[in-house]
């Protein structure tokens, strides 16, 4: 198979963990006879340097002309001074996720028992590991409704957000969450806020609908996001597969990765409704991660999450199961090995981003 791919690292630690990622594809897709070309595009505040804007046109053609995005991390403090709809991230990832409509972001959270010790959580807590998968719709939303600021009489200032669901957004979402749920344990958690929003109670009434239309085999639950946010670090264990809207995703993906070792460990897919040339799913993988721009440019970065985004990216857009399987088990056996970064460690010597990147690649 040939693969054609656009690499977009963005900013401060994007680079570094890229530059560790990129190996491990290249190796695992030489082993399996296939070709790959990719060029690297500046985006966020690298595109914003290069070329004035957050997602430059030839970053945007080279994405358009791709099967699929591997992309870093993008913003932080260099770019901050910029008035909102400039910002790095609202400029370029927001965008890139509306362009190519990628509507369904996929967080796998996995801790096998082994690695239990890299987690906060007590290990009581979590006797069996940690194996969920957050379902976050990723185009709607407060993130894509109306905004607007305005001066009101007497000095007063207003700011509006609005969040907005449509029912045939809810039902595409879910269906990704019942085809997810069915090759797994078979358990949609839905998590809102019905008891305060009007897009929740459509959420469970859609969602509900869908389920028993579809797949009346799976077991449907419904929790509050506060109460899921609880539960997430009281019984992790508990959850399969995680349903949720934008922002409560965004919120509760944060404390599943982290719940699950690190940050610096959580990959991510999102994919929408376009195919790619091979009538697969065109998609953008990320590291759930931020640009972390206080460890950057010293070698300290966890690169595993970028590494994992490049698995889910040959497993989502590829078809290529053997090879992401490769690179998971060779992300876990180098972590089970004791090779940790900072984030990681514990107790240990911590190793830089490049030497997690090179113990990865030995045992791929
Ligand atoms: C994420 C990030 C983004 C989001 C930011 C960078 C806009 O936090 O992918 O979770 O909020 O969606
Ligand atoms: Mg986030």
Redesign the pocket.
């Known amino acids: 198979m040939d693969l054609k791919i656009a690499v977009l690292p963005g900013d401060y630690i994007g680079p570094e963990v890229m530059a560790a990622a990129l190996p491990v594809l290249e190796q695992v897709l030489r082993k399996g006879g296939h070709s790959l070309s990719h060029s690297t595009h500046p985006v966020g505040g690298a595109g914003i340097d290069a070329h004035g804007k957050a997602l430059p046109d030839p970053t945007l053609a080279a994405c358009q002309a791709a099967d699929a995005i591997l992309f870093g991390s993008v913003g932080g403090p260099k770019w901050e001074k910029l008035p909102p709809q400039e910002q790095p991230e609202r400029a370029s990832l927001l965008p890139l996720r509306k362009r190519f409509s990628l509507f369904a972001n996929v967080r796998p959270g996995l801790l096998p028992k082994t690695l239990a010790d890299t987690s906060p959580i007590r290990p009581e807590r979590i006797p069996d590991g940690i194996d969920m998968v957050c379902i976050r719709e990723l185009t709607g939303g407060l993130y894509f409704g109306a905004k607007s600021t305005r001066d009101l009489e007497g000095g007063d200032v207003e700011a509006i957000d609005t969040m907005v669901y449509r029912k045939s957004e809810i039902e595409r979402i879910t269906d990704v969450a019942i085809a997810t749920a069915r090759g797994r344990r078979g358990r949609i958690t839905l998590v809102d806020k019905a008891n305060v929003l009007q897009t929740s109670v459509l959420w469970r009434k859609v969602v509900a609908e869908r389920v028993a239309a579809k797949a009346p085999e799976l077991k449907l639950e419904f929790l509050y996001i506060d109460n899921a946010a609880m539960q997430l670090v009281l019984r992790p264990g508990q959850f399969d597969v995680v349903l949720t809207e934008n922002m409560f995703g965004?919120?509760l993906?944060?404390e599943m990765a982290v719940v699950c070792g690190s940050l610096g460990m959580m990959a991510s897919a999102s994919l929408g409704a376009v195919a790619n040339r091979h009538g697969r799913p065109f998609g953008l993988y990320e590291p759930?991660g931020?640009t972390a721009p206080d460890i950057a440019g010293q070698d300290k970065a966890n690169p595993c999450a970028q590494i994992l985004s490049a698995a889910l990216m040959l497993r989502h857009s590829f078809g290529l199961e053997d090879e992401a399987r490769a690179i998971e088990r060779a992300v876990d056996r180098a972590v089970a090995e004791g090779v940790r970064t900072a984030d990681i460690a514990g107790g240990r010597t911590a190793v830089g981003c490049a030497a997690m990147g090179k113990a990865v690649l030995e045992r791929l």
Do not use: V
């Open positions: 965004d919120i993906s944060d759930s931020g």
